[in-house]
C-alpha cells in the first residue's frame, strides 16, 4: 500500500462519493420510463431501480436518475470488490478476458493452453482440504453439478469405481427407470436456498414462491437449528437445540425411504433469514454423513469469499475431516465446486460434461478476485469492520429493539443480519432507508441482510448507522 | 482416452504438412491484398481474416503434439480433461482454423461443439470485447432482474431481440442451453397450473405441500421429449434428454414420457412414401401417449428442428405441423430447442423458419453459437403473475448479451445467413458425389437444403471413430453425433475455399478407410 493512512478502499476509489446523493424520490422519473421499456421485452418486475453501472463507484451504486446509493445489498450478495474497481478493470481489458469472450472453449473438450493456469488460480483459494475444482455457470448450476458428481460416486461404491454398467442400467435409463436412473436423494434443510433450476428446487426450502408449480424430487429435508438470541443468554437451550436437530438428521438418514448420496447445507441459511448454526452443529453433521456413507456438500454461494471474515465460511467451523464438496458463485463471478476426492470424479469421461463445462471469461475475474481477496487481506478487513459495526447494532437493537430483534453474524464479518415483528414493516424499512441513500436488501419474510462488499469500511458502517437510527427514530 | 488415440502418428499428416509457421505471419501487404479480394469475391472469411491459412498446416509429427500431451497431463491433476481433444491455442487459432499449442493448425468443422458462430478471434467481436461496456458488464456484473442497467434493453433489442424468431417479441434470458430449457419448462409448468388456478389465488394446501415437495403444491405436471432428444444435462433437462445412456446414468429422473421421433430413409425423394408413413406413425403414437395422460398434465413437449447430439435427424415440415396441431389440439405448449440449430447454420436464422408453421412455436430456446441463453415467447401469460417466480441472482449475462449484439449486426450486415446457404448447397452436392465416388464408406447424408448443417453415417461407430481420427490426421477438426454419424458444424464463415479443402481431405481419407 502507497500510504498507510489511506484505506484499501480509498486506495481503489479515489473518486468514491463521501455520502450518497439522493436527489428524486424513488422511483424517479427516469426510472419509470426505463423500467416501462425494459418490462416490454423483458421481466423487470422485480427491479429495485434501473443502474447507471458506468457511473458507480465502490460501495455506490447510481440509478439512471442520478441518486447515489451507498450499497450494502451489492447485487443480492454478489459485488465483491465494488463497482468498477479499478484491478478488475485492468483484468477485464487484458488480452486473455478478450480472448476468453471471443473464443470461448469447449472446456472439456478443447482446454485452452492458459486453462491450467486459470484453474490454479482458482485453487490458490480452495478451502482447506479441497485440491480439485469443476466448473459450472451459477449457484443453481453449482449445486447440481455437485448433486451428479453425488449419485454418480453413490452408485459407484455401490459397483465398484472401475465396474462397467449392466446392460438394465443402460436399458431402463433411457426410460428414466431404475436401475438405470436409480431412486437417491440429496438432503436438506427447513428454511435452506440452493437455487432454482429442478433439482436445487427440490433442494430449496426457503419460500413456496421460489418452488410453487413445478415438479420435484421427493427429497427429505431436515430441520437446521432456530437459535434464541442473544446467544451467550442462550447456550444450554441451543445446545439443546443443535442436538435435536441432529438427531432429525440422523433419523433421516436411518429411515428415509431411498438412499440419501449427499447432505447439502449453507453455513449460513441466507435467503431463509440468515439463520446461524454453531462448529457443534456442523461438527455433528460431518460425524453423522461419514457414519451413514453420505457425502457432505457446503453451499458456500452466498457466504464465500471473505464476506464472513474468512475466506470460505464454513472454515469457522473447523470440521475435520473437511466437506466432500463445495460449491460457490455469486463474489467470486465464476461458479462451481471444489472437491478432493478422486473418485468423486465419475469413472468415465462425458459423464460430468456439458458444451462449455463453465466460463473462462468467469474463471479469469474469480482468480482475480481471489488474489485480490488474498493480497490486500480483505477477508480480515471485513472482520475488522463487522467487528466495528456489530457494536453499534447491537446499541441501536437495544435503543428500538421492536425494529431490530435477533441481531445475528457477530464474529461474522460483515454478514450481519436482524428481524422485524412482520413482513411490512421490514418492506417499510428497506423502502425507507432508500430516501437516506441506502440500498438494503432484505431475507426471509421479515429480516434484513447486511451485503456489502469487502471494501465497505469504517466510514460507510457509520453511513450505514447513521441511516438506520435515522429511520427507526422516525418510527 | 481420446488423447491416447490422438498421440498415433497418423499415416496422412505428412501430406500437409507445409513448410513454416512464417508463412502465416505474412506482411501487412499481404493482408490489405487479401482484404480486397475479400471485398471482390465477396468474402466475409477474407474481410475478417485477412491471414486466414489456406490449408490445414502441420508442425508436429501427431496430433496433438508432445507440447499439448505434456499440458494436458498438468491440466488433468486439478480438472477432468479426460474428454479432451487436444490443448488448444487460442492465441494461434484464426477464422476457421484452430490450433494446438505445438502450432498445428486445422479446419475446424466443430466449432467447440457448435458454438463458434463467426471463427477465432474474429475482428468484430474483438472490438466489442474491448468495449468499455464489455467492461463494465464484466465487472459489474447486475442482479439483472433487481437492478437492470439503463441499457440492457437496447442491448437487448438492437441484439437478441432483433434476432427474435417470426412471432416472439420477448426474451427471458439465462446461462447455458440446459439453463434456457429448464427456465422455459418452469414457465411453461406455472402458465399450467396458472391457467387451471384461473383467478384464484394459491390455496393454503398448495404452500404448505410445495415446502414437502408434494403435490398439489408441486404438481406431478410433465414435459414429453422424443426419443434421442438431447435438451441438456441439469435434472429437469436430462430428464428429457434420450441421447445416451452415459448422459443419463446414475442420475436420479422425471418420469416423463417420451415419444418416437421419425426415422427417415435416405436418399429422401427414393423414400418419400415410407417416409411419409414414418411421420404418420410417429404423430399417431405421440397423440396416444399424450391421450394416456389426464389433460393438462403435459404442460409442454420440446423438440428440436434437427436431433442433433442424437445423430442429426431430421423430420419433414409436415411432422413439425403435425406436432404444431396436436399440441394446440390438447391444449400443450411447444417449446422449440434451437440451441444447436439456431443462427443460421441451417440456412434460416432459426432452423424452424424451414417448417412455416401456421402457429408459432410457444417458446423457442437459445444457446451455443448466439453465446448468450434464454427462451424467446410471446405469450404475456408465459411471465408468471407473481415477480421473484421466475427469479434468480443473475437472470442471464450482460456481456454474452453484448457479444449476441454483434454476432446478430454481422450476421445481418453480411448477410451470413444466405451465404451459408449457399455454401451448403454446394457442399452437399459435392459430398453426394463423393460418397457416390466411394459407395459403402458413407450413408445417408442428410442436411440438403438446410445450409452447412450437414451430417452422414459411417458403418458403424468402429468406422466412424477411425474416420473422425483420420480426419483429424489430415488437419480436419470434425465432430460425430449419435452412435455412428458424423457431424458438419462449421462457423457462418466458413465458405466454397474452405469445403474444397473439407471435401478434398475427405476423399483421401475415404480412400484409405
Known sequence: ?475 | MLSARFSRVSPTLAAFRTVSKTKQAKSATAGAIAYRKGIRYNSTAALYYPNEPKKPQAVTDSIPGPVSVELNEVLGEVFDNRASYFVTDYDNSIGNYISDKDGNQLLDVYCQISSIPLGYNNPELFKTAQSKEMASALINRPALACFPPAEYANILKEGILAAAPPGTDKVWTALSGSCANETAYKAAFMYLAAKKRGSLDFSDEELTSVMNNEAPGSPETVILSFDKGFHGRLFGSLSTTRSKALHKLDIPAFKWPKAPFPALKYPLNEHSRENAEEEARCLAEFEEIICQYPPHTIAAIIVEPVQSEGGDNHASSVFFQGLRDITIKYDILMIVDEVQTGVGASGKFWAHEHWNLTTPPDMVTFSKKFQAAGFYYSNPNLQPKQAYRQFNTWCGDPSKALIARTIYQEVVKNDLVTKTASVGDYLYKELDSLFKRHPGKAKNLRGEDYGTFIAFDCANPTKRNEFLLRMRGAGINIGGCGDFSVRLRPTLVFEKSHAAVLLSAMETTLQEL
Not at chain 1, 478502499?9 to 422511483?27: D, K
Not at chain 1, 416501462?36 to 421485452?41: E, R
Not at chain 1, 449460513?268 to 453420505?294: P, W
Not at chain 1, 457477530?410 to 417499510?428: G, M, Q
Open chain 1, 1 to 475: 500500500m502507497p500510504h498507510p493512512t489511506i484505506s484499501v478502499c480509498e486506495g481503489y476509489f479515489p473518486e468514491e462519493p463521501v455520502a450518497p446523493v439522493v436527489v428524486t424520490s424513488s422511483p424517479g422519473p427516469k426510472l419509470k420510463k426505463a423500467a416501462d421499456a425494459l418490462n416490454k421485452v423483458f421481466d423487470s418486475r422485480a427491479a429495485y431501480f434501473v443502474a447507471d453501472y458506468a457511473k458507480s463507484q465502490g460501495n455506490y451504486i447510481v440509478d439512471v436518475d442520478g441518486n447515489s446509493y451507498l450499497d450494502v445489498y451489492a447485487q443480492i450478495a454478489s459485488i465483491p470488490l465494488g463497482y468498477n474497481n479499478p484491478k478488475l478493470v485492468e483484468v477485464a481489458k487484458s488480452d486473455k478476458m478478450t480472448s476468453a469472450i471471443i473464443n470461448r472453449p469447449a472446456l472439456g473438450n478443447f482446454p485452452g493452453a492458459d486453462t491450467e493456469e486459470i484453474i490454479a488460480e482458482l485453487l490458490k483459494v480452495a478451502p482447506k482440504g479441497q485440491d480439485k475444482v469443476w466448473s459450472g455457470l451459477s449457484g443453481a448450476d453449482a449445486n447440481e453439478l455437485a448433486f451428479k458428481a453425488a449419485f454418480m460416486w453413490y452408485q459407484s461404491k455401490k459397483r465398484g469405481y472401475s465396474s462397467g454398467f449392466s446392460t438394465e442400467e443402460t436399458e431402463s435409463v433411457m426410460k428414466n427407470q431404475a436401475p438405470g436412473s436409480p431412486e437417491l436423494a440429496i438432503m436438506s434443510f427447513e428454511r435452506a436456498f440452493h437455487g432454482r433450476l429442478f433439482a436445487s428446487a427440490s433442494t430449496t426450502c426457503s419460500k413456496p414462491i421460489h418452488k410453487l408449480d413445478l415438479p420435484s424430487f421427493n427429497w427429505p429435508k431436515a430441520e437446521f437449528p432456530s437459535y434464541k438470541y442473544p446467544l451467550e443468554a442462550n447456550v444450554a437451550a441451543n445446545q439443546e437445540e443443535d442436538r435435536r436437530c441432529l438427531a432429525i438428521v440422523e433419523n433421516l438418514l436411518k429411515t428415509w425411504a431411498v438412499p440419501i448420496a449427499a447432505v447439502l447445507i449453507e453455513p449460513i441459511q441466507s435467503e431463509g433469514g440468515d439463520n446461524h448454526a454453531s462448529n457443534e452443529f456442523f461438527q455433528g453433521l460431518r460425524d453423522v454423513t461419514l457414519k451413514y456413507g453420505s457425502l457432505l456438500i457446503v453451499d458456500e454461494v452466498q457466504t464465500g469469499v471473505g464476506a464472513t471474515g474468512t475466506f470460505w465460511a464454513h472454515e469457522h467451523f473447523n470440521m475435520s475431516p473437511p466437506p466432500d464438496m463445495v460449491t460457490f458463485s455469486k463474489k467470486f463471478q465464476s461458479a462451481g465446486y471444489y472437491f478432493h476426492d478422486p473418485e468423486i470424479i465419475p469413472n468415465q469421461p462425458y459423464r460430468q460434461f456439458n458444451t462449455w463445462c463453465g466460463d473462462p471469461a468467469r474463471m479469469i475475474l474469480a482468480g482475480a478476485i481471489g488474489k485480490e481477496v488474498v493480497d490486500k487481506d480483505l477477508a480480515k478487513q471485513a472482520a475488522r469492520v463487522g467487528n466495528y459495526l456489530y457494536p453499534k447494532l447491537e446499541a441501536l437493537a437495544g435503543k428500538y429493539p421492536a425494529y431490530m430483534a435477533d441481531l445475528r453474524g457477530k464474529n461474522r464479518a460483515t454478514f450481519i443480519a436482524w428481524s422485524f415483528k412482520d413482513a411490512s414493516l421490514r418492506n417499510k424499512f428497506l423502502a425507507d432507508m432508500k430516501t437516506v441513500g441506502i440500498n438494503v436488501g432484505g431475507c426471509a419474510e421479515d429480516s434484513v441482510r447486511l451485503r456489502p462488499t469487502l471494501v465497505f469500511e469504517e466510514k460507510h458502517a457509520d453511513i450505514l448507522v447513521a441511516g438506520i437510527e435515522k429511520i427507526l427514530s422516525s418510527y
